[in-house]
């Protein structure tokens, strides 16, 4: 697929639908939809009393740490990598 070319699809994330574009496969989107309603309901099961809105920024922010973090391990890895490669 080129990157002009854009996919549209409709997916459901914690009982609401929504019409993502994107220039990843179908099959990409929805695992990404997938994985952000699966989080929004672990927290959500945690936390019964918080709102959507509530619960959308700690969904974002659990993303967001754990992205940070393989982040992290990745440098960690290729220093390690490089230090036995030099």
Do not use: F
């Not at 997916?11 to 496969?25: A, C, H, K, L, P």
């Not at 990409?28 to 509530?54: F, G, Q, T, Y």
């Not at 700690?58 to 391990?73: G, I, M, P, R, S």
């Amino acid at each position: 697929m080129s990157q002009n070319e854009k996919n549209r699809i409709s997916v459901d994330i914690y009982g609401q639908s929504y019409s993502i574009v994107g220039s990843e496969s179908t099959s990409h989107i929805r695992l990404v939809a997938s994985m952000v309603d699966d989080k929004m309901r672990e927290i959500s099961s945690k936390n019964p009393s918080l709102d959507i809105s509530k619960l959308a920024v700690l969904t974002a922010v659990n993303a967001v740490h754990d992205y940070l973090k393989q982040a992290e391990e990745i440098e960690e890895l290729e220093n390690e990598l490089k230090k036995l490669k030099g």
